[in-house]
Each structure stands twice: as C-alpha cells, then as structure tokens.
C-alpha cells in the first residue's frame, strides 16, 4: 500500500491558500487570523493569496475573506458539505488542490482542521507541519517555515516540508493576528463545482449538541485555577469579578466539567496573553505553561513550594489557595472601593 | 449473526514533557526523562477493554517503538488487553506523521480482522493530532477524531460516537471498519493488574513485526519516508520571570498582592 514519493517539481506549485474553517457561515477567529498573516507573507513576497470556503450559502462570508486579506475565493458550494465531514471536505479540497496547485496549503489546528489535514496530507502524499505557533516564508518566497511546540510546548521545533507540495500547517488558534476589515478591498470570487458522489459519505450526523462558547483569549485579565481549587471555583470567580477578569482553567477541571473546554489554558486548550495572570493551585505543567507564558505579569499561588509553576512566574506565594485569596478578595475591595469615591 | 468485535488499540510510549530541556547546543536533553504511556492513550485502552467488555471480542495494543518497550506493552495487556504487537525496525526511526501512519496501518492490516482503531487524541510529545486520520486514510476506512463516547450498534453494525468540535458536540454514526481518536480526560483509565503483569511478565513475548514482516520498502519509513525535516530547536521559554517570592502572613501577602495586582492591571 506504500506510495513512492514523487519527486515533485515545486516550481509549478504557486500560492498561498487557507482553508477557512465556518459554522453555518460564521468564520472561526483562528481563521481569519491565519488569513491575516497570509495576507502579511503575500505582500512581503509578492504572493497571491487565496481563501477556500466549502458549504452553502457563502456570498457574504466570501466578500469578508477579501475585506480580511484574500487576493481571491474559491467557493464550492453543495448541500453536501453543509455539515463537517471528512469525507466530502477530502474529496473537494484534493479536487481543488490538483487542479490549481497551491505552494502552501493552511488550515486551523482546531478539531475539524486536524481531523480534515491529517487525512488529506496522506491523499495528496505531502508534508504536514501541525500546531504551528510561528509561521513564516524563507525569503526566496517558496518554502514555508512553521515553528510547533514539541514535549507539551518548553521545545519548539523549526520545520519545513523542502521536496513536496503543497506544503500544509495547521496553525494554533490565538498565536496570530487578524487583518481589520477594509471594505475597499476588492478580488475575485470563482464558484466551484464539486464533484460529490451520492454515497461517498457514510457518515451519519444524528445529533449537535451545540456548546455557548466564549472567548478567553484576547482578555486583559485572566484568573487561571488548577486542581488546587478543588472543585469549587467560587474564590476564584469572585476574584475575576472583582478584576474584571476572565477565568481559565487546567485541562483536569475542564475534564470534569467544572468549566466549559473554551476555558481551558494550554497546548490543547487555549492560548492566552494577558496583561496580568493570577494563576492559583495550578502545578505547571509543560502542556499549560505553553498557553499563558506570554502573559505580561504573573502571580502564582501554590502550597508547594517546588511547584514549577512559580519558575514561570514573576510573583509567588507558596499558601493555602483557601487562606490567601479570601484576604485578597478583602484586600482588594478595600482599595477599589476606596478609589471609587 | 455478528462476529465479535476486533479492537486494536494504539499506543506511544513517550518522555515526560517536564523531564526533556534542551542543551547548550539546541539539542535535545532526554537522558533523564522518564518514559511513560501517552496519557490519551490510557483513555484509549480504557475505551477499548469497556468495549470489549460489553460487545465481546478482542483487543490488540500496537505500538511503533524500540524492542525494550516490551515492558510497557505487558502493562497495558494488564489493563486488559489481549494481545500486543510491536513495530520494531531501525528503519522506522526518525519518521514524522507521514510514514508513522504509514507503519501503522501496515500493522493493523496484517492483522486483518479489525472492526476499530481507538488511539489517544494526540501524543503529548509531537502533539500533532493528525495520526489517527492519516491511518484511517492509509486503510481507506472511516474515521472519527476527538470522541467522547463510543457505542456500537450491533444491529446496523455501526459505531455511534459522540465527539468534540468547535461549536459543541456531534453525535455521528460511522460504519465499520473505522478509526477513532479519544479525547485525554473522557474516562478514568482503570490500573494495570499487577498479578497479571507479574504473569506476563513471565509467560508472554510480545509480537515483533519489522519492516520485512510488514512488507514495507525501508525507503519509505522512517525519516527517509518522511516530507517534513525539524530544521532546528528551540527553546520556548517565553518571558523571562522575576520569580519573587511574597511571603508573611496571609493578610501581609493579600497586602502586597493588591498592590501588585493594581500596579500591573
Ligand atoms: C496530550 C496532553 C495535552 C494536555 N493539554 C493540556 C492543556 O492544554 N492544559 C492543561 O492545563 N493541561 C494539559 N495537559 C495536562 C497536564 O499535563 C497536567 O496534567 C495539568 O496541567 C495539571 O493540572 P493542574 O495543575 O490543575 O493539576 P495538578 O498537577 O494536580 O496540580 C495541582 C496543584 O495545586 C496545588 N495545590 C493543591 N492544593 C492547594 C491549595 N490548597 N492551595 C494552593 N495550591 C494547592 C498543588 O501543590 C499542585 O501543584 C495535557 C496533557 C497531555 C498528555
């Protein structure tokens, strides 16, 4: 079953395309933000850069992908890929990417986006760079460079795809930055036929079960809570009140559900740079560290006085979390409140 | 009548993250990392042997990895497993996802009855997420990433997941043969049995399958299969930190934190 490599002429590969990700026509964040740094990669090298959007209804979502960067749009639309599936999504974007040949083929690191690339770098027998956190072009304009945190984020491995194409990333959401939009932007928007055999998909949807999500990563203030709170978050949800702060959490509290996933800090959870972290009975694990370490100012309390947590913390307090935050709490109505009069 | 169900289990043995550092020289530093099972992979074992339990069948744990991972092997059939099998040749060594998949696949066809592939969701050293897909691509069967829940419907003969996406969760149904992927954290992987480990311990040799065993051309595992070469490494310490210890009493600390805190909002 094993396909020879083939030598690929790269010079024929040209473009740079991202594959924007979108439920019922409402593009991820981390989408446009990949779009953006195209956007940036393309005006440094002369690059054309292409969006590719798969679904239905999709004339307003492709005028954004121009207003945040594209040079241009493929739009396949087909009531087959109204919903995620593997299997139209790999046949639609294996169809597009022989027929135009992309030099650098982008796509979230999201759930769906690695479900989706990893299939596809095995059909189109190329290179895959996954989780990529700094993403940039050799100055020769053709080879792709994407930096991706290895051993849950201390490491970071420089990686580049040199003798096949398209050369694929995913990137991690919330590590780049979005174009505004600019309604004087103008490009082209091409429809694509799709070509989707009746029974191509055997995949069934039976049920969503759609989760209110929120949007930790852009807060100025975060109060990040480990199991060291127990399961009891009330402390600490006073205390991001009381900043005006927005609560994350390790992956363990999000695994019990004692808050929704888009809460969780990490390499599989979100990454964050707030101006303050207060980060409380949290241990420091590699996998977390790498979500907030570019965080401004961080305060850490931990009743363990070894916990590798505070090797990445500006301020440490080795406490009781349940001694410490009541004073705090108390401390600090004390001056705010004051300050308001 | 329906045959019992052949799961096969994937599994990685990696370093602790906390215990690899880099050197002086950008290069890695693993000498005193401990070695454990990818912890996803727990959750993935624990999926198998419950679906085992319930339908009936078998389950398979393979791994690609030096021989002497042997041992980790005996502990995982302690979970419950019925049988392991090793992908073992220096030709594998060096491989990104590419060949990786490529390996596996070769394994889990030789095998030849399998109905389902649970891996973890990601190893928590490459991290890439993209193994079980590249598999599922490789063996032309169906797949279903970030699951929570796995059932299998014996009428229709299909499994019926429950998995995580952006917007919430889905529950799809997906044919058989198929690989899935588990999310780290969806279970609470049950201990191995020691008496049974002392037992294999003594009684059972892991399989070993080698390039020639999996008919596969050495050109085209390991890094020479590879498309994605590491360039170099880094360090990704992020800030530097004052690392400044607050201490007194708690009402002291709570003092000198609001002053921090409203020095720094
Ligand atoms: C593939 C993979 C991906 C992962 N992704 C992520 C991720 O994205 N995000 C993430 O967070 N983790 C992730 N993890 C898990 C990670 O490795 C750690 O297990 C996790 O971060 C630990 O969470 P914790 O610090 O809350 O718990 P623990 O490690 O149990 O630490 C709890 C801490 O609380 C302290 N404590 C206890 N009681 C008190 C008290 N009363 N007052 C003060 N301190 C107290 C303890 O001293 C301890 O340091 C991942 C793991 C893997 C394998």
New binding site residues.
């Given amino acids: 079953m094993s396909k020879t490599k083939k030598p690929t002429n790269t010079t024929d590969w040209k473009g740079i395309w991202v594959i924007l990700e979108h439920a019922k026509g409402k593009v991820s964040g981390v989408s446009w933000e990949i779009l953006g740094k195209a956007r940036e990669l393309g005006d440094r090298y002369g690059i054309r850069v292409s969006a590719v959007l798969l679904g239905t209804n999709l004339d307003e979502v492709a005028k954004e992908a121009i207003y945040r960067g594209a040079d241009e749009v493929y739009v396949a639309e087909h009531e087959a890929l109204m919903h995620y599936s593997w299997e139209a999504h790999t046949k639609v974007v294996t169809d597009l990417v022989e027929k135009y040949r992309p030099n650098i083929l982008l796509l979230a690191a999201t759930h769906n986006g690695r479900d989706l690339a990893g299939r596809l770098a095995v059909r189109l027998n190329t290179g895959l760079t996954a989780d990529v956190v700094e993403l940039d072009i050799e100055p020769e304009g053709e080879l792709l460079v994407g930096s991706v945190p290895g051993f849950?984020g201390s490491i970071l491995a420089v990686i580049k795809c040199e003798h096949s194409r398209p050369q694929m990333a995913t990137i991690r959401p919330g590590v780049l930055i979005a174009q505004e939009l600019d309604t004087s932007r103008t490009g082209e928007i091409h429809k694509i036929a799709s070509d989707i055999p009746p029974n191509l998909i055997t995949t069934q949807v039976l049920q969503e079960i759609p989760v209110e999500s929120v949007d930790i990563s852009k807060a100025k203030r975060i109060v990040a809570a480990?199991?060291?709170v127990g399961t009891n978050l009330e402390l600490v949800e006073e205390l991001a009140e009381l900043l005006d702060a927005a609560i994350g959490v390790?992956?363990?509290?999000a695994d019990i559900g004692l808050k929704s996933r888009d809460h969780?800090?990490?390499?599989?959870?979100v990454t964050v740079r707030p101006k303050l972290a207060i980060i409380?009975?949290?241990?420091?694990?590699a996998?977390?560290v790498s979500?907030i370490q570019d965080a401004e100012t961080i305060i850490s309390?931990?009743?363990?006085e070894e916990?590798l947590i505070f090797d990445h913390s500006d301020y440490c307090v080795v406490a009781?979390?349940?001694d410490v935050l009541p004073e705090l709490i108390e401390a600090l109505k004390a001056r705010l409140y004051s300050t308001a009069k | 009548m329906n045959k019992e169900l052949h799961i096969v289990v994937c599994v990685k043995i990696v370093p602790k993250p906390e215990d690899v550092t880099l050197k002086e020289d950008n290069t890695l530093d693993r000498a005193n990392a401990e070695s454990v099972i990818?912890?996803?992979d727990k959750n993935a074992v624990e999926t198998a042997v419950s679906l085992k339990e319930r339908y009936g069948g078998k389950v398979t744990a393979i791994s690609m990895g030096p021989p002497f991972f042997d041992d980790f092997m005996r502990l995982i059939m302690a979970m419950g497993v019925d049988d392991a099998i090793l992908l073992s040749d220096r030709a594998f060594a060096g491989a990104d996802t590419y060949p990786t998949t490529l390996t596996l696949a070769a394994g889990i066809k030789k095998l030849g009855d399998v109905d389902l592939v649970i891996c973890g969701e990601?190893?928590?050293d490459g991290?890439t997420g993209n193994v079980p897909p590249g598999i599922a691509e490789w063996l032309g069967w169906t797949q279903a990433t970030y699951c929570h829940e796995i059932d299998y419907d014996e009428i229709q003969s299909r499994f019926v997941v429950k998995r995580s996406v952006s917007t919430g969760y889905e529950v799809i149904s997906i044919p058989k043969p198929a690989v899935v992927s588990v999310e780290?954290g969806v279970n609470s992987p049950r201990f191995p049995n020691f008496y049974l480990k002392q037992e294999y311990d003594q009684s059972y040799k892991v399989t070993i399958w080698d390039a020639k065993a999996l008919n596969l051309d050495p050109e085209t595992v390991g890094l020479k299969g590879s498309h994605t070469t590491v360039d170099s490494l880094k360090s990704s310490k992020g800030k530097e930190r004052k690392k400044q210890f607050i201490v007194g009493s708690p009402k002291e600390i709570a003092e000198k934190l609001a002053t921090i805190i409203l020095e720094n909002m």
């Fill in positions: 849950g480990g199991r060291g390790t992956r363990p509290l969780q800090i990490g390499s599989t959870g409380v009975g949290v241990s420091g694990a996998h977390f979500g309390i931990n009743i363990d916990a009781d979390l349940n | 990818n912890p996803p990601e190893s928590s991290g780290l």
